[in-house]
């Protein structure tokens, strides 16, 4: 990273913005002894800061401010986990650079295949890239979660000499607080510019090394060239236009790129998951498309389309509908469109209409109730 956005990452302070009256306390999903025990782990493997309540932020009541936390099911061997950094993010403004950034699907549909061409994908994923992003001492002090813990239960741990000594640094006394607050010492899933952050970071690796160079970006216009790549956060994906009768093991454009892209990574020790990662395939799944690249066809992934299409049946059996629910199956109805465009324009007509129609506002905050399906059936039936 570099110029504002690594200022941003290494002092949270420059992302500041006026705080709200009242911040949301987070919440720790798990009893205390559990959440210390995950705590040891962590800390073992110099995932944590430990830090005394007088070394952190306050709200505007005195209370330290801290995030929440919790975990979902991402295999069968490991969880998935969350930091619901709820307040720090209210009191930061986003940077915005992951929608300027990012790839997506549909971008794929814009490429137009001859008769003897086809599209030949492959794709690589950093493991735990979130967990690999160390944070400076400052923004760790954002990242403080749970409630109070008695610095014994981590004494033995790298955290706990950290603290003394930062603090003797500092001159803080006492040395050892009665009580401390664990804080992670990565970057978290659930930090509002985290998105920003990692994809940002992945991008300036792959260009330092020359990878990278036909980037999609959604806002922008898809490169002219053979081979279309695109990041989003730890995912490198590539797209190259190639001769149908062309074996998957014979080189391409996309051989040079995918070198190009490997040698990046290994320059700083990173090694993509083996499980994860494909190589020449004609049909994969990646930016949140479908890719059949022999038959030329890209549409949203298939658990996408069958939760929009099990959601409309469902409310045209119920025939009623919130404005939460609306604005819900309209994101969707939308998304599943991106891959067929003429639908668009066909929602640029009906949607204005039913809105007047049921007195509905284009913001989820809207009034609930129910409300008629006639935009609903009418996209369902076309």
């Known amino acids: 990273l570099h110029g504002e956005m690594k200022a941003a990452y290494d002092d949270p302070r420059v992302l500041r913005v006026p705080d709200e009256p009242l911040l949301p306390q987070g919440k720790v999903c798990g009893s205390m002894k559990e959440f210390t025990e995950f705590a040891r782990r962590v800390d073992s493997a110099q995932g944590v800061e430990i830090f005394g309540e007088d070394e952190l932020e306050k709200d505007t009541n005195g209370e330290v401010i801290v995030a929440g936390f919790f975990a979902l099911w991402k295999s069968l061997s490991s969880d998935r986990t969350i930091t619901a950094r709820l307040a720090q993010n209210r ?24 008769p003897e061409e086809k599209l030949r994908l492959s794709g690589k994923d950093l493991p735990n ?6 944070v400076s001492t400052v923004r760790a002090k954002t990242n403080a979660v749970g409630g109070r813990v008695s610095p014994q239960e981590l004494a033995e741990g790298p955290a706990f000499a950290r603290m003394v000594a930062r603090r003797k640094a500092a001159g803080l006394v006492p040395t050892v607080p009665t009580h401390v607050r664990v804080a992670w010492r990565s970057l978290p899933m659930g930090d509002l510019n985290a998105v920003c952050f990692m994809t940002t970071a992945h991008l300036n690796l792959l260009r330092r090394h020359g990878a990278a160079r036909e980037v999609a970006r959604y806002r922008a216009p898809l ?17 190259c236009i190639v001769p149908r ?11 040079e790129a995918l070198s190009r892209v490997l040698r990046a990574y290994a320059s700083v020790g990173l090694m993509p998951e083996a499980k994860k990662c494909f190589t020449s395939k ?8 479908t890719t059949q690249g022999e038959l030329g066809r890209v549409r949203a992934h298939r658990e996408v389309i069958i939760r929009t299409t099990t959601l409309v049946v ?28 003429p639908a668009l324009s066909f929602l640029d007509v009906v949607f204005p209409r039913v809105c007047a129609r049921c007195r509905l ?10 409300r008629g399906l006639g935009f609903v059936r009418a996209v369902y039936v076309g």
Do not use: C
Request: charged share 20%; no cysteine.
């Open 245 to 255: 009768t062309l074996a998957a093991e014979e080189p391409a454009e996309d051989t």
């Open 91 to 114: 009191r930061e403004r986003p940077l915005g650079a992951s929608a300027h950034l990012l790839a997506h699907g549909a971008l794929l549909a814009e490429i137009m295949l001859r």
């Open 361 to 370: 506002r284009p913001k989820p905050k809207s009034a609930g109730g129910a």
């Open 223 to 239: 490169p002219r060239g053979p081979v279309i790549e695109g990041v989003i956060v730890d995912d490198y994906d590539i797209a």
């Open 314 to 341: 469902a409310l045209l059996h119920q025939r009623k509908v919130t404005a939460r629910v609306w604005q819900a199956i309209l994101g969707l109805i939308v998304y599943v469109s991106l891959y067929a465009r």
């Open 129 to 134: 890239a979130y967990h690999h992003g160390l």
């Open 282 to 289: 004609t049909n994969a799944d990646f930016w949140g498309a």
